[in-house]
């Protein structure tokens, strides 16, 4: 109940905001909901993989938007489920670290409300990945290794970014519990989702999967030098105040990598460790990197148990609220005001 309470109060805060800034710039409220890639979805689980271009998209969540009818208001209506599970994914492990209710709850409404967190509201994949991808780190925090490596399996037919979930999981078995076999059939068994779909679709693309991404949206690993060329470019000329968004969250997000260190379960702060590396160092749409870090948001837990610990409870919590009404007001802003895709 509390999960559920909580992604409600957050959902409200996000539409509405949302449909102040529409509104203000004359936009209908239900185009900015499905813009962007929420048409790629739609269209693939209409259609299928009839375009070259979808193949770029992962087909776990189209096919369960064809299973609802493939609407967009059952797109919209799945998310906000979803969100729910993905809410109850947070509180989970910040229980696991000791957090009480209240820590839970301020955990949880800080990590699923960063910037462009819009789009667990829109048929986009991340609350599917979200909920995905933070119950395995469940499993994994609590040594359940099958059960976490079929989630991660099921997590590589979501989005190409399940490889650091893999990679976190491998490195944690390494690490933690070589000598139990169970957690080496996990990890055997994490990435057969994954690399079914990209056999899948390399069979279908005359150039194959990569290639498609490379061709498209320019992404391929480059050991950061795309990044750091777009932040330096930004921060010394730039005049795109949507462009500066998506650098202070570029800054910012290794910067709370580092802080979280040994203050998060070790599989979570490796899973995010794995993404920030996976996003930073490649190169590719550099707008869209507030969403694709996303899942790392998971290293603001600590900060949000320690503000409901340390400080007056009115303080806290006017401290995680305006967290949310920040995302909410930059999601709104890159979604109705930005030009380019998020």
Same mark, same amino acid.
């Given at each position: ?10 959902? *409200? ?6 449909? /102040? ?45 064809? /299973? ?11 998310? *906000? ?8 994914? /947070? ?55 099958? +059960? ?9 037919? *979501?989005?190409?970014?399940? &490889? ?8 944690? *078995?390494? =690490?933690?519990?070589?000598?139990? #076999? ?47 060329? #777009?932040? =330096?470019? +930004?921060? +010394? ?44 160092? %490649? ?46 007001? &930059? %999601? ?7 030009? #380019?895709?998020?």
């Amino acid at each position: 109940m509390d999960a559920a309470a909580l992604a409600g109060v957050l959902t *409200v805060l996000r539409v509405a905001v949302l449909a /102040v800034l529409a509104a203000a710039n004359g936009k209908p409220l239900g185009e900015q909901l499905v813009a962007w890639d929420a048409q790629h979805y739609l269209r693939i689980a209409s259609e299928g993989y009839a375009q070259e271009e979808s193949f770029a998209f992962f087909p776990a969540f189209p096919l369960l938007l064809r /299973v609802l009818g493939g609407s967009a208001a059952a797109g919209i209506a799945l998310n *906000v489920v979803l969100t729910v599970v993905m809410t109850a994914g /947070v509180m989970a492990l910040a229980q696991r670290r000791g957090a009480g209710r209240a820590g839970q709850l301020a955990a949880a409404a800080v990590v699923t409300s960063a910037p462009l967190s819009i789009v667990f509201t829109m048929p986009y994949t991340e609350a599917l990945f979200g909920a995905l991808a933070f119950w395995a780190l469940v499993a994994l925090v609590d040594r359940r290794w099958l +059960t976490a490596g079929a989630m991660v399996c099921a997590l590589g037919l *979501v989005r190409l970014t399940a &490889v650091p979930l893999v990679a976190a999981f491998f490195v944690y *078995v390494v =690490w933690a519990a070589r000598r139990e #076999w169970r957690a080496w059939v996990g990890v055997a068994v994490s990435p057969l989702g994954l690399l079914g779909f990209l056999i899948w679709a390399n069979a279908h693309l005359p150039r194959g999967y990569f290639a498609l991404q490379r061709e498209n949206w320019h992404s391929e690993f480059d050991m950061g030098l795309a990044t750091a060329r #777009w932040v =330096w470019n +930004t921060l +010394t000329a730039g005049e795109n105040v949507g462009y500066l968004l998506a650098t202070c969250v570029i800054i910012a997000a290794p910067v709370c990598l580092a802080l979280a260190w040994r203050r998060l379960d070790p599989p979570v702060w490796l899973f995010a460790a794995a993404l920030e590396a996976n996003i930073l160092l %490649s190169d590719g749409l550099m707008h869209s990197r507030p969403r694709l870090l996303l899942p790392a948001a998971l290293v603001l837990m600590p900060w949000a148990v320690c503000a409901v610990r340390l400080l007056r409870p009115a303080v806290a919590w006017t401290l995680v609220g305006a967290w949310a009404l920040l995302g909410a007001w &930059v %999601s709104a802003y890159m979604l109705v005001v930005f030009e #380019w895709a998020i």
